[in-house]
Every structure is written in structure tokens, then in C-alpha cells.
């Protein structure tokens, strides 16, 4: 009797094991990319971009080189602002609204360097009239300009979240390449740089090129749920038994508009993304 209950209690084991799998085998896990996978470096960019010349705005000026991004946003809505179709206004991971310029390069309207150069012909033309507090203000936008809008300088300043890679490590083991996927806005020039960056490796050696739909290639930028067309159609995944990851809260309701299932990551709090993940049976 007692080998029997054993080899019952065996079978039991290996019946839920195979359907645990099974479960988590039939999930398509999309990731995000900003705030989701990959962040900035402030450090190197600060460092790289902001150098001397904002350590001489904070000393001799009394500015903050850091409410220079606040300086860029409003410079570059000048040059335009979005004219959104169908309500859909893409966002900065903070919740800023992203400038046209800047959704130009993210579809590949425009290059990035023909973005900067437009950028700096604004910046000139703004200093004329006196916009920039002084000359070191604009040099300093000017070098926000180069470094915004050059593939191998953004790739450069930002980084694969290490508890990110963890996260996709682990979904990986339960789910396959196959199914991890990437849908973000993010421009094809910064992110072939970024791909091969070796920094990045153990993060996108998970994702096959096939499964990444970036806003560049469909011109369509989240939050519009239309994002998710391409790759629902080409890989004849079923939304229901999706979930889509990101760490930027207004991209949330693209998704659940679509059917998916939504993981919203808050202060790199990966603890609760686990926690969520496996209330739907995935880890």
C-alpha cells in the first residue's frame, strides 16, 4: 500500500507538472522597452553631454543642469506640437508629451541626424530672440540636441535593467524564445546600435529579431492599441492569453483595450511583477 501511494502521489506530481508547463507555455509574454527593460544612464550621459560647461551653469549661472530636459521639452514644442489622430498622444515614460520632432524620429519620419540638425537651426534662431538664458544655456541645448538625436550616443547613455534580465531569463524558461515579444516606441537607427551594444547582450539574446515590432517599422506609436496589430496577425497569438509588461502606466490601456492581460512595473518594483505573474500561472 505504501508503494502505491507513493507511486500515486509521483504521478499526481508529474500530471501538474506537465500542465504548469503547459499553461505557462500557452502565455505570449510582450515586453515594453522604456522604464521596462531599459533605462537611462544619467550618470554617463551627465557626464558625457552635460560635462564642464553644466558644472560652470550651476556654479556662475545658479541654474540646475537637470531642469535642462524641462528646457528641451518646451524648446522643441516650439517647433511643433503633436496633431494626434484618433485621441492617441505618445508620452515620454514620465508622462510628458512627446514634442513632434521627436514622434517624427520614433516612425522615421525624419532621421535623427536630420532631427538634430533641424533642432540646432531652431536653437540659433530662438537665440536671436533672446530665448535662452545665455550663451552656455544654448551651447548646453545644443549638446542635448547631439546627443537626443545620435544613434550611438543614446544607445551609449542608456542600459539593460538588471532585474529585467532576470525577469526575461526566467520567462524564458517557461515560456520559449518563441514567445517573448517587444512592442515599444523606440527608433529602428538608437536601437540597431543598442542590439549589438555588448552591454545589452544578456538582455536581447532572448528576443529573435522577428519578435520585435518597434514603432519605427509600423508608424504607430503607443498609446494607440493599433501597435499590437502587426504581431497579434503575423504570429497568430490569441490577446486572451497574453500579457503585456511595461513601465509606463499610459501604455497600460492600449493593451487591455486589445484583450491582453497587463503587468505594470512601478519603481522597478520586479517583485510584484513576479507576484502578478504567477497569479496568472505564468512563472
Known amino acids: 500500500m505504501h508503494i502505491i501511494k507513493k507511486l500515486k502521489q509521483l504521478f499526481i506530481g508529474i500530471i501538474l507538472a506537465i500542465t504548469s508547463h503547459s499553461m505557462s507555455a500557452s502565455w505570449s509574454i510582450i515586453f515594453d522597452l522604456p522604464n521596462t527593460l531599459i533605462k537611462p ?23 540646475n543642469p537637470f531642469e535642462l530636459e524641462e528646457l528641451m521639452y518646451k524648446m522643441l514644442d516650439t517647433m511643433g506640437k503633436q496633431n494626434p489622430e484618433n485621441g492617441y498622444v505618445a508620452k515620454s515614460p514620465e508622462g510628458r508629451t512627446l514634442p513632434k520632432l521627436y514622434c517624427d524620429v520614433l516612425t522615421t519620419t525624419i532621421t535623427p541626424p536630420q532631427a538634430a540638425k533641424l533642432a540646432k537651426q531652431h536653437i540659433s534662431a530662438l537665440a536671436v530672440k533672446r530665448y535662452f538664458a545665455n550663451n552656455r544655456e544654448q551651447s548646453l541645448m545644443h549638446n542635448i540636441m547631439d546627443a537626443v538625436f545620435d544613434a550611438a550616443g543614446l544607445a551609449k547613455h542608456t542600459e539593460p535593467i538588471p532585474e529585467a534580465i532576470t525577469l526575461v531569463t526566467d520567462c524564458n524558461n517557461q515560456v520559449g524564445k518563441d514567445n517573448l515579444y517587444i512592442v515599444a516606441n523606440w527608433d529602428k537607427f538608437s536601437f540597431t546600435e543598442l542590439f549589438k551594444m555588448t552591454h545589452a547582450q544578456p ?21 494607440n492599441s493599433a501597435c499590437f496589430e502587426p504581431l497579434v496577425k503575423f504570429h497568430n497569438i490569441d490577446p486572451r492569453k497574453s500579457v503585456f509588461i511595461t513601465g509606463v502606466a499610459h501604455h497600460v490601456q492600449a493593451a487591455r483595450s ?26
Open 203 to 223: 538582455l536581447f539574446k532572448f528576443f529573435s529579431t522577428d519578435n520585435i515590432y518597434l514603432s519605427s517599422t509600423s508608424k504607430l506609436l503607443l498609446p
Open 258 to 283: 486589445f484583450g491582453m492581460k497587463t503587468v505594470l512595473i512601478q519603481d522597478e518594483d520586479f517583485d510584484t511583477v513576479r507576484l502578478e505573474l504567477k497569479m496568472l500561472g505564468i512563472l
Open 41 to 63: 544612464n544619467k550618470v554617463t550621459f551627465f557626464k558625457d553631454v552635460i560635462g564642464f560647461t553644466g558644472i560652470a551653469y550651476t556654479l556662475w549661472d545658479w541654474k
